[in-house]
Nanobody
Framework: QVQLVESGGGSVQAGGSLRLSCRAS??????????MSWYRQAPGKGREFVAQ???????YYADSVKGRFTVAQEDAQNTLFLEMNILAAEDTAMYYC???????WGQGTQVTVAS
């Protein structure tokens, strides 16, 4: 199995930056981290897709974050990153990483952007 633990959330002013991390552990981490995604859920709203990363380096972004967010993976540390720049109040949400390959979610990390 695989376990996912997010970190790096916090509070930031609009226009600022944050980098989220999602560390994978467990016996299946290499297989399960082949295809990974970030999602977010704002208060009172459903969970929405943010970005996806494949081990080949292919990436895919939601239109709302394209050009501001960058997803990357560091295999040596079994870690997925989400670099978030030019943050706005509407980016405020709980951010979750997901193993698309294995259908496993992390517990989430809160991002709050003050306008």
């Amino acid at each position: 199995q695989v376990q996912l633990v997010e970190s790096g959330g916090g509070s930031v002013q609009a226009g600022g930056s944050l980098r989220l991390s999602c560390r994978a552990s467990g016996t299946a981490r290499e297989r399960c981290t082949e295809l990974m995604s970030w999602y977010r859920q704002a208060p009172g709203k459903g969970r929405e897709f943010v970005a996806q990363h494949h081990r080949t380096g292919s990436t895919y972004y939601a239109d709302s974050v394209k050009g501001r967010f960058t997803v990357a993976q560091e295999d040596a540390q079994n870690t997925l990153f989400l670099e978030m720049n030019i943050l706005a109040a509407e980016d405020t949400a709980m951010y979750y990483c997901k193993s698309d390959r294995c259908g496993v979610w992390g517990q989430g990390t809160q991002v709050t952007v003050a306008s």
